[in-house]
C-alpha cells in the first residue's frame, strides 16, 4: 500500500462495516470493569487492566499505518521499557545509541543492568562497525533525538539477524508515514506518540508495533501484568490526533526544509543539522530511507546565552521540552545533559503559516 492510500484510508477505517447510527468518532469508554454474570467469555471484555475499547480504536488505527500489530502503552518510555524488558534474556547483552533518547539508556543502566544484562552503547552513525556477534537486542534511533545523526536501518537488519540478534527501532522522531523500519527488516518499532502522532501537546502515549506475533503476545501480557496501561482519555485524544498527522507532517516537513535553505550560511550559526541539506553527513541515506527529512532541525549558535536570546526573542517558538507538537518550539539540549555544544538548540517545526514563521526565526537570530 502506498502512503497515500495508507493516510487516506487512515480516515475511513471506522465506518468499513457500519450500520445506520453508529457515532462517527471512537466512543470514549471511561470503565474499570465489564458486566459479566456466569464464567469468564473468550474474547469478551471483563476488566480494564487487560483491555479497553478505546485503546483497542488507537490500535487498530496505529496497526493500519504501521502495516502491523500494536501495542499502546501510557508513554513512549512505557513502550521502550516493555519492549527491551521482554528482549532481554538473563546475562544478555543490549546495545544502544549512545547518542539516543537519554532516558533510554538511563532505564537501561539503571534498571536492566542489575538484572544481570549487559548494556553496551555505540554512536547511531557507528553502530553497526563492530558487528552484533553475542547481543540479543541492537536498539537503535535515527534520526537520532537530539543529534539527527542517521544509520541504515536495513544493513543494520541485516546483519544483527546474521548474528542472532533482534532489531528494535525508535522511530519517534519520523512516524509510520515518514520511515517504515518493520519495512526495513526491523523486528519491531516503539514510538513516542506523545509526539508527532498526537501532535497537540495534551497527551502522552506510546506504542510498540511488530509483525512477530509471539513478540505482540508477550508485550500484551508484560503490560497487563506490570500495569503499564493507557488512559482511555489519552487514548481517544491522540486517536483525534492521528487523523490530522498526515496533514500536519506535510507542513511542518514542507516549513522545515524551507527555513533550512534559509538559515545556511546565517552568520550566527556555527553548525545546521538538517538531513535534507545536501551537506548533512548522511544526506544519501536520508533520501533513500526517509519520506521526507522531517521537521526537527539542529542549530549551533555560538553559545549558552546566544542559544536563550534566540529562543526567548522570538515570539513564534515556544520554549519547552518534546517536539512534534503543532506548536514550533525549541531548547538547548545540554540543559538535559545532552553531549551537544552548549549553544546547540534543536527546533521543532511547527504548523504555523511559513511567511509568518520564517521570517520571525531569521529576525530572532539575526538578534541572537
Ligand atoms: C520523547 C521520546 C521518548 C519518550 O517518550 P515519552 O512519551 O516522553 O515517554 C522516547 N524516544 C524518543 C526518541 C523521544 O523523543
Redesign the pocket.
Same mark, same amino acid.
Given at each position: 500500500m502506498d502512503d497515500a492510500t495508507r493516510a487516506a484510508q487512515l480516515l475511513h477505517l471506522r465506518h468499513q462495516n457500519g450500520v445506520p447510527g453508529d457515532p462517527v468518532t471512537a466512543p470514549l469508554i471511561a470503565t474499570s470493569t465489564f458486566y459479566l454474570p456466569g464464567d469468564p467469555l473468550a474474547g469478551v471484555p471483563y476488566y480494564g487492566r487487560p483491555t479497553n475499547p478505546t485503546w483497542e480504536a488507537l490500535e487498530a488505527a496505529l496497526a493500519h499505518l504501521e502495516g502491523a500489530e500494536c501495542v499502546t502503552f501510557p508513554?513512549?518510555?512505557a513502550a521502550?521499557a516493555a519492549v527491551l524488558f521482554v528482549l532481554a534474556g538473563k546475562g544478555g547483552t543490549v546495545l544502544l545509541p549512545s547518542d539516543g533518547?537519554y +532516558?533510554?539508556r538511563r532505564l537501561a543502566a539503571g534498571h536492566l543492568a542489575r538484572f544481570g544484562v549487559s548494556v553496551i552503547e555505540r554512536p547511531t552513525r557507528t553502530l553497526a562497525d563492530d558487528g552484533f556477534d553475542g547481543i540479543a537486542a541492537v536498539f537503535l534511533?535515527t534520526p537520532s533525538?537530539p543529534g539527527l545523526d542517521l544509520c541504515d536501518i536495513a544493513a543494520i537488519a541485516q546483519a544483527a539477524h546474521a548474528a542472532g540478534a533482534r532489531v528494535v527501532v525508535?522511530n519517534?522522531?519520523m512516524t509510520p508515514l515518514l520511515q517504515r523500519p518493520l519495512d526495513l527488516g526491523a523486528d519491531a518499532v516503539v514510538a +513516542?506518540d506523545?509526539?508527532a502522532p498526537g501532535g497537540h501537546s495534551d497527551a502522552?502515549m506510546?506504542h510498540v508495533a511488530s509483525r512477530d506475533a509471539a513478540l505482540i503476545a508477550a508485550l500484551r501480557d508484560w503490560r497487563t501484568l506490570s500495569g503499564s496501561i493507557p488512559g482511555p482519555f489519552e487514548a481517544w485524544l491522540t486517536l483525534r490526533g492521528l487523523e490530522t498527522l498526515e496533514l500536519r507532517l506535510a507542513r511542518m516537513c514542507a516549513t522545515a526544509a524551507a527555513l533550512a535553505a534559509r538559515l545556511q550560511g546565517h552568520p550566527k550559526l556555527r553548525a545546521l543539522c538538517y538531513p535534507g541539506l545536501p551537506g548533512h553527513p548522511d544526506h544519501a541515506l536520508a533520501a533513500r530511507q526517509m519520506a521526507a527529512p522531517g521537521f526537527l532541525i539542529g542549530l549551533t549558535l555560538e553559545s549558552r546565552d546566544a542559544a536563550e536570546r534566540f529562543i526567548t526573542g522570538c515570539p513564534l517558538i515556544l520554549p519547552a521540552t518534546?517536539f512534534g507538537s503543532v506548536h514550533t518550539s525549541a531548547e538547548r539540549r545540554t540543559r538535559w545533559g545532552d553531549a551537544v555544544a552548549d549553544g546547540f538548540v534543536r527546533l521543532s517545526v511547527g504548523i504555523e503559516p511559513e511567511k509568518a514563521l520564517i521570517p520571525a526565526i531569521l529576525q530572532a537570530l539575526d538578534a541572537a
Open positions: 508513554s513512549g518510555m521502550i533518547y +532516558a533510554t534511533e533525538n525508535d519517534t522522531t +513516542a506523545t509526539k502522552l506510546g518534546s
